[in-house]
């Protein structure tokens, strides 16, 4: 029979396995922080930068899962296999950031078929205005941080393999590993969400990208799952030859009109603008149309209105201009028109644009704005306007104009709004606006949380000015479309509140305007309370009443278009 070992044996024993353990878990919480961490930050709210993110990476829990079978097996893990996982490991890290960047910079998820030639745009834009040893400077900083990383990576990872080979801690991690691979296998079918306590995870944007590659580079096989195209055979009898307007008002949703307390604070500068319409010789017919996006995402709602295509999917947009379906832009070019793209919001390289086919594309820094900036945005939607009147509409003789312009100052936060300026000639010189006036304009309160009084003033705004141009400045034989690309953001527009979004018409031809009734708009800037579809099918209104009865061909005829 043994004897019952001393208890001073015992205390002695129990010294000899404590120091391990204590060993274990700070070289194990050390690894694992530290890679967690670098797979879950999330974005600042700064655009580029990032913060600390209080969740758990589900990658890095099943890489660890990987290294304890490893381990288990009695292998170990070498140096080159440590650097190769280290440089994987990287490339996460690298796509995290991504993830969390584009959306803040651009207003939607990253997509490396057209992010790759913004990036390189942006380089080689940078590269040009910097001195050489700025560029120097930078290149070497950004390679020592990558080998830093990726030294650092390297390290962690062997110290969480060195900690993941003892037995004693095994089962338990396998059980915690396997309970939270269920909890987030489970979660399209739990009643609650179990993977709060996951970051999102990077690898399914990894996959969606190299998902997407195929798709672009064989889209003409995919491209069935679009909508049909309209008829683009028609003709523009009768317009006459004049000039059309196309405005996208930047968050103008129906809102404005829907909502008794929006409707109340608009109703006189929305009066102003009818009553300069009517002074101004011309007459103004609304409707409603539900747009393919809500509170933001705008390109969603360009692109439906100029291709006349359902782009409610944003995987179809992107899909879309991969193509070479017909557009509105080349349909106003191949019957005579210049087409002008005037887009002041566009501060970064926009290569997907061609798409369009527009005969100019003009952008912030070239439509020729030298007054004072005005926040993010820049330029005042009064500013841009005065300048394309005066860089499209003045010259005799010329091709009639298909001019689109989205406008910015009503962006979400809404501000800063400049002041309407009777003097439409000083917005084309440097002494546009004065500083006191930017300065008043910064000063007032931005905020997220009740965004509404910005919203009303950037309303105002626009009726101001476009009531201004109808009376001062438009072109007298001039077609000008007004519509909504969304809705604000719901703390404007309240949460349930419909996509639809109003249009308004505004012409000097009686008989063009009632062909846009029988099509169901109706007299003044109130739109109708029935909706006439998607905004894609606006387009077929538009080509139908352009045209001469008998000259469109059904829409049916051309749905395979460019398949």
Known sequence: MVPPAHPRHCDAATAQVQPRWGLWLLGFG????????????????????????????????????????????????????????????????????????????????????????????????????LPAWQIGAFTLGLSSGLIVLHVSVRWAIGLLADSLAWHRPRRWLLAAGGGLAVSFA???????????????????????????????????????????????????????????????????GMTAFDDPRHSAALASGRERLLQSVLASGRQVVSARVASPTFGGSSWLAHSAMLSGVDTR????????????????????????????????????????????????????????????????????????????????????????????FPTVTSHAPFRPVAPYRSDWDRLLHSEAYSREELNQALGERVSWL??????????????????????????????????????????????????DVPVHVISDDPALLRRFEAAGFEAGLQPGAESLGGMHQLTDVLLETFSEAGAIRPAESVSGFAR
């Open 30 to 129: 050390l690894a694992f922080l530290f890679l967690n961490t670098l797979l879950t930050f999330e974005n600042s709210g700064s655009g580029t930068g990032v913060r600390f993110g209080p969740r758990l990476s589900f990658e890095l829990c099943m890489g660890a899962l990987g290294l304890i079978v490893w381990t288990a097996s009695g292998r170990r893990l070498g140096a080159r296999a440590g650097a190769v996982l280290a440089g994987l490991y990287v490339l996460l890290v690298a796509a995290r950031y991504a993830d969390v960047t584009v959306p803040a910079l651009f207003g939607r998820p990253v997509n490396l078929y057209w992010d790759g030639p913004h990036l390189w745009e942006a380089i080689r834009l940078a590269a040009s205005s």
């Open 186 to 252: 489970v979660h399209p079918i739990a009643p609650h969400d179990t993977r709060w306590f996951f970051a999102l995870p990077v690898s399914p944007t990894i996959a969606r990208q190299v998902a997407w590659l195929p798709t672009v580079l064989g889209s003409h096989r995919s491209q069935a799952r679009l909508s049909p195209s309209p008829g683009f055979q028609g003709n523009l009898a009768h317009l006459r030859g004049a000039d059309v307007l196309l405005i996208f008002a930047e968050a103008y």
């Open 313 to 404: 999917r944003p995987a179809d947009h992107e899909l879309l201009l991969t193509t070479e379906r017909p557009t509105l832009v080349r349909h106003f070019a191949r019957h005579g028109w210049r087409t002008v793209a005037w887009m002041p919001g566009l501060q970064r390289p926009w290569p997907e644009g061609g798409f369009y086919g527009f005969d100019r594309y003009a952008h912030a820094d070239s439509i020729g704005y030298t007054g004072l900036e005005f926040g993010y945005w820049r330029i005042p939607d009064q500013a841009s306007l005065a300048l394309l009147q005066e860089q499209e509409f003045t010259s005799r003789p010329r091709a009639p104009r298909f001019v689109v």
């Open 450 to 499: 009740e965004p509404r009084p910005a919203y009303l003033q950037a309303m105002g705004y626009m009726h101001d000015w476009l009531g201004g141009f109808m009376s001062e400045r438009a072109p007298k034989r001039l077609l000008t479309i007004v519509i909504g690309d969304h809705q604000p953001l719901a703390t404007v527009s309240g949460h349930g509140a419909s996509w």
